[in-house]
């Protein structure tokens, strides 16, 4: 990889229609805006189904993970991240809201600079944070890997068809390992298209 080039992986998710399109449609449209974005994408999951959190709260989610190549530092992938995410007009008024598309900076995959941001420290805060802690707060700076991201079968499922092996840089596991310590009832609610 080019000193100047990064690698990131990106998780995609949505519940809500856009327009009148499903959120399939959406997640799938939403790809064809990264390179306009600077975000050229090399890898691509299948799609699936997650379950609303809590259970009945809305629509099911779609889900899927992409891995980008780009020249744009992380903070400057997040704000292309975000700006896609506006063209769906995607609103941030609750966390963990039902939403028309969410895409969530993941990792960043080696490339220059470190993996972990903004240090071992902060990271480590925000990924020991309490569960009631986390549904009201919200970083004001970027962490990655995302905090929550060894929790989320909904992540991690789709993340395997891409990067099975691919380490994550505080842990240690890969992606595999981490979603075999998941509990099978999690994994299986993730469905393929």
Known sequence: MAENRWKYHVALGGNLDFNGT??????????RQF???GLHVTAVSRFYE???FPAGAGPDY???AVTVESQCAPRDALQALHAIEARFLRKREQRWGMRTLDLDLIAVVGGPGDTVYPDA???AEWRDLSPEAQQ??????LILPHPRLQDRAFVLVPLADIAPFWEHPVSGQTV???LAALPESEISEVVAL
């Open 35 to 37: 390179a306009s974005e």
């Open 136 to 141: 009201i707060r919200a970083p004001e700076q």
């Open 50 to 52: 997650t379950p609303c």
């Open 22 to 31: 499903p959120s399939l449609v959406t997640l799938q449209s939403s790809l």
């Open 176 to 178: 595999l390992q981490m």
């Open 62 to 64: 779609v889900n899927a």
């Open 121 to 123: 420290d902060g990271y």
